[in-house]
Structure formats: structure tokens, C-alpha cells
């Protein structure tokens, strides 16, 4: 059911927001990059609330804290916790893709998963980290 799904990005919505505020204390050279990805997964956050509501759904509320991959310490471990929200973000759009006909819902979730693999891409660049980017996003590969 695609309002399950939507739950699901919400979920990895709320954890990337949580993520970036985590992070901000972390990375000093890419701090402009931190602020647009935090602003941009909080507009995405908003307008997931207001689709499941409208739809007659409760959003589900952020958790009180989420366990990075790894504790975050240094400006690497910030880049991983980073690389690995957006990569679960673009799990979550994916999976709204694959169980929703809704022209507008999947459109939302393209867009979601694009701008979420083109953010982790460039994550992965700034790390160092190959390949740097994913042939299928959201796939559950890399």
C-alpha cells in the first residue's frame, strides 16, 4: 500500500533531518552543502506530512534519536553518517515507487530519490569513497 510506503520515506525523511543536524558540527568546509541538505530533506519532510494528511493518515512522528552507522567524531565519520541517510532515503523513494500508480506520487518520489542519489554522489566524491555514484539507487546495492 503506497500510504505505508510514504510512511516508510517519512521515516528516512525524519532520520536524514536528524542526520544533518548531527553533522553540522562536524564539517566546516562543505557547511553550505550540510545547510542545503538539511533545508532540503526538512522541505520534503513538510510536504510528506501534508501528502499522508491529506490523504486521512497520521504522520508518523521523528524518533527521539537515530544510531549513525558509526559514532560521529571527525568530519570523515559526519560524511559517512551523511552518505548512508541519503542512501536510505533513496531506498525509501524507491520503495514508494514500486507500490504506488499515482502519477503525482511517483513523480514526488523520483524527484526525492534523484535529488537524494545526486546527494549522496557527491558525498561519496567529497569522501573519497568508489564508485561514487550507483547505477541503480535505492536498490539496496552499495
Not at 16 to 39: E, P, R
Amino acid at each position: 500500500m503506497s500510504v505505508d510506503a510514504v510512511q516508510d520515506a517519512l521515516a528516512a525523511e525524519h532520520a536524514a533531518v536528524w542526520t544533518y543536524g548531527l553533522v553540522s558540527a562536524f564539517i566546516q568546509q562543505q557547511a553550505a552543502d550540510v545547510a542545503t541538505g538539511a533545508t532540503a530533506h526538512r522541505a520534503r519532510r513538510d510536504a510528506t506530512e501534508r501528502w499522508l494528511r491529506d490523504r486521512g493518515a497520521a504522520p508518523r512522528p521523528p524518533a527521539a534519536a537515530y544510531l549513525p552507522p558509526e559514532p560521529v567524531d571527525s568530519a570523515a565519520s559526519a560524511i559517512a553518517a551523511l552518505i548512508t541517510a541519503e542512501t536510505d532515503a533513496c531506498v525509501a523513494w524507491r520503495g514508494v515507487l514500486e507500490r504506488t500508480d499515482e502519477a503525482a506520487l511517483r513523480q514526488a518520489a523520483l524527484d526525492a530519490l534523484t535529488v537524494s542519489a545526486v546527494r549522496a554522489t557527491r558525498w561519496r566524491k567529497v569522501a573519497g569513497v568508489t564508485p561514487t555514484s550507483i547505477a541503480f539507487p535505492g536498490a539496496g546495492v552499495g
